[in-house]
């Protein structure tokens, strides 16, 4: 069961170079449930041929003025009506300038002047193509209606051999921005931080004390929270992961500053989702030059980082406070523990032993645990986790703010 099941997009590919990065997209959208409805102009059929989105999505492909559902003379009214989204990438210059400015001469912008329902657009062209005055005035004029989404574009290396922003973003994220259009909006209004990744701890210039958390149990939280109309603040120690589509990410290195940045955001948080793996002990001193190795062996002296969450819980407000527990063997005994001791609303238990559970996997096996006891959740992928996770949130809130 995918996020999009059921959802009727259509799939608009206009006539750029990138176009043939839009096969991925239309098999990511496909294989979450969506049915999608590839749209092309006649330009972007010469870059990729319709065959191609057909058996990616199970549906003949439209180009031009269309054909396949152009009997009635009526196909842009269909689609306009069936349409739960509108997703045009590439989108060019020229089909931005078009649909600015209200021109409809084939079957993609008729279907967009035609409907009422979001429209994501993710521009592709040269660097000085869009930093054009004509094209600018364009997008700010798009970017004035509401239903008008804009994703990218990045910046990077152009096919013309620029460098530059024009590049069209990653399919991966398109996607993302399409799933969080189409989510039920149950965070809508509310402020969230979650904190993710491990931390490290200098012992000098090129080595660190750290742990083996790879921070995508907390970017999927991150993700879910957006998907639900949050404001989402990722504070992220050290990974090697993209941030989500519409989180804003704070990237920090230790656990002192971790520290420092959750403080600075508390007061305007509604709900904190600690998933970090934040180190325990760190150096008591660092030093300025790389340790030598010394025959003797090396004994470090250790001190105990600043306890976030136990800090976070006196001066929490009406924010409400989701712990971690990574453990190795039952974890519920210690979430119950750390539920009472640091005055936390709900832990999400762990055994990080178990080789599907553990860091740097993509399922895990966690336990809810609150003031009325523990639930167990079956193995699932992190996302699902996240959003079952974020399940028992909402109905929390809820009860908080009744």
């Given at each position: ?120 657009l993710a521009p592709a062209m040269n660097t000085r193509m869009w930093e054009n005055p004509l094209t600018k005035e364009n997008v700010e ?243 699902e986790a996240a959003e079952r996770i974020l399940d028992r949130v909402v109905l929390m809130l809820k009860a908080k703010r009744r």
């Amino acid at each position: 069961m995918g996020l999009l099941d059921d959802k009727f997009i259509v799939l608009g590919v206009t006539g750029g170079i990138a176009a043939y990065r839009t096969c991925e997209l239309a098999r990511m959208l496909s294989k979450d449930g969506a049915v999608v409805q590839a749209v092309l102009t006649e330009a972007a059929a010469e870059m990729v041929g319709p065959v191609t989105f057909q058996a990616l999505t199970g549906w003949p492909a439209e180009v031009g003025r269309g054909g396949n559902l152009a009997a009635s003379g009526m196909a842009h009214i269909d689609l306009s009506r069936q349409a739960d989204l509108i997703v045009i990438a590439p989108a060019t210059a020229n089909t931005l300038a078009k649909i600015s400015w209200g021109l409809a001469d084939n079957l993609l912008t008729t279907t967009v002047l035609a409907s009422t329902c979001p429209v994501i657009l993710a521009p592709a062209m040269n660097t000085r193509m869009w930093e054009n005055p004509l094209t600018k005035e364009n997008v700010e004029r798009l970017q004035r209606l509401e239903r008008m989404i804009l994703v990218g574009p990045a910046s990077g290396s152009l096919a013309c051999g620029d460098e530059g922003p024009g590049r069209m973003e990653e399919p991966e994220v398109i996607f993302e921005a399409v799933r969080t259009v189409l989510s039920e909006k149950d965070l809508s209004g509310t402020r969230v931080l979650v904190t993710a990744g491990p931390t490290r701890e200098p012992l000098d210039p090129v080595r660190y004390l750290s742990n083996r958390s790879s921070g995508k149990m907390g970017y999927a939280l991150a993700a879910a929270a957006v998907r639900r109309g949050a404001k989402v603040t990722l504070i992220s120690g050290p990974t090697g992961l993209e941030a989500p589509w519409g989180a804003k990410l704070v990237g920090v290195e230790t656990a002192a500053e971790m520290a420092r940045v959750v403080s600075k955001h508390l007061a305007k948080c509604d709900l904190l989702l600690m998933a970090a793996a934040v180190a325990d002990f760190a150096p008591k001193k660092s030093a300025k030059k790389k340790v030598k190795k010394a025959k003797a062996g090396l004994s470090i002296a250790l001190e105990k980082t600043t306890d976030i969450l136990a800090s976070v819980a006196k001066q929490k407000g009406k924010c409400l406070l989701v712990g971690f527990a990574a453990e190795t063997g039952n974890p519920v005994p210690e979430a119950k523990r750390k539920l009472k001791a640091k005055k936390l609303d709900l832990v999400v238990a762990n055994d990080v032993s178990l080789p599907d559970a553990g860091f740097d996997v993509d399922t895990n096996r966690v336990h809810l645990v609150d003031k009325k006891g523990a639930k167990k959740l079956p193995l699932l992928p992190k996302e699902e986790a996240a959003e079952r996770i974020l399940d028992r949130v909402v109905l929390m809130l809820k009860a908080k703010r009744r």
